[in-house]
């Protein structure tokens, strides 16, 4: 199992994508904007109601602790991503 201390970043960039709240915060504030629209007519509506939450919600975000480290975190999922190899004989045709 990975795990995100195995990738070497620093402790407060750690502590922050140790848990889900970066992700479960935007979504609760959209989900409290939009939970009163009940026709939904269609992919683009939903795509506008979603970004005009978000934009709202803009204002009120942290940021990211250790947002200056971010660099690593990419350089070292690359890394992840050319090492990885996809085994081409257990795919289904």
Not at 26 to 42: L, Y
Not at 47 to 66: H, I, P, Q, T
Not at 71 to 90: H, I, Y
């Amino acid at each position: 199992m990975f795990t995100i201390n195995r990738l070497g970043l620093p402790k407060a960039l750690r502590r922050c994508l140790g848990s889900t709240n970066v992700i479960e915060s935007p979504n609760s504030g959209i989900r409290s904007r939009t939970r009163r629209v009940k026709n939904w007519q269609d992919h683009g509506m939903v795509v506008r109601w979603v970004a005009a939450s978000l934009l709202d919600m803009e204002k009120r975000f942290k940021r990211v602790m250790g947002y200056q480290h971010l660099w690593m975190l990419e350089a070292k999922l690359r890394d992840l991503a050319e090492d990885t190899t996809v085994d081409t004989k257990s795919q289904v045709a």
